[in-house]
């Protein structure tokens, strides 16, 4: 049984910084280490970034709050204090991601059946899984679930546990909300990785409806295959635990390099499966983990720039807002004009470390 991804919507906090201005205020956490100084502007020069949008309003001229001081001081809050803001703006953006991809959807709220949630920034319950059921009035007996944790690849398992569902009952709507504020977990740090991390991600949330019923949009995309795929010796160059000031994210500068080397290896699956080539992908929905990645992969599978061209534009327009990137560029990707059965390629990376990808096919 064939099952749809019909809708996407998406949605940022209201602030927005330049990269520039951003990579100002981190060196300006360094002043006097010219060495990290100059590191930190070429991190940031170079990203591939034009603006990121935060909900940490610190960052405005003369401000101060949680994080900075009016002075741009960082004050490094403890995990509670950031968990605390995390709950406040979750509700916010999950309830306006869904009510857009309702309003611009035949689906009426009546009709979901489940809600799936994702988020690795933060943690509450009743979470925002309930919160939706009980601000978008959804059906008290609808089937809610989470998943946690998982970094920037976990729209793909919410994708896979949606289509079960509806193959299992054809009259299923499923609601899927990615949920990410990752600037609440930024660190003040001389540690490489983590001046690479604090350069790149960012706030945002992505809704998508899904359901076995083709006919109610048009332009939807169609789930084909799933695959996952370990890249081991990386285990330790991208992770995400918990620390006393926040999540601690370790972005390894070697992490390009090794999709690079693999990423020929991570298709195969999705290609065989589908009996396909490489060059019978007609769009590609590479995760923008970061410029580099992008490159990377883009060598790898010896794709031309225009290829990955809504991949760049996300990762420009928003930085990388972990796993509710991968809806920012597939939304983008379903918007743009295309033919029937055209097939798109999608992948995202996350600790492990994990490729996990997908193939759909335009209905």
Known sequence: MSVYLHHIATAVPEMAYSQTFIGQIMQGQVAGNRKLERLIHHIYKNSGIAKRHSVIRDFQEGAGGLFFSPEKKFKNPGTKERNELYIEEAKNLTIEASTKALNKSTFDKEEITHVITVSCTGFFAPGADYVLVKELGLKAETERYHLGFMGCYAAFPALKMARAFCQANPQAVVLVICLELCTLHMQQTHDLDSIIASSVFADGAAAALLSAQK????????????????????????????????????????????????????????????????????????????????????????????????????????????????????????????QADETVYAAAFGPGLTVESALLARA
């Open 215 to 338: 006919g109610r949009s048009h332009g939807a995309l169609r789930l084909e295959h799933f695959a996952t795929s370990l890249i081991p010796e990386g285990e330790k160059d991208m992770a995400w635990t918990l620390g006393n000031t926040g999540f601690l994210m370790r972005l390894s500068n070697y992490v390009p390099q090794m999709l690079e080397a693999n990423m020929v290896n991570a298709v195969a699956p999705l290609l065989k499966a589908g009996g396909l080539s490489k060059t019978d992908i007609d769009g590609w929905a590479i995760h923008p983990g970061g410029r580099a990645i992008l490159d990377k992969v883009e060598n790898s599978l010896e794709l031309c720039k225009s290829q990955l061209c809504a991949s760049r534009e996300v990762l420009c327009e928003f930085g990388n807002m972990s796993s509710a990137t991968i809806l920012f560029v597939l939304e983008k990707m379903i918007r743009a004009s295309g």
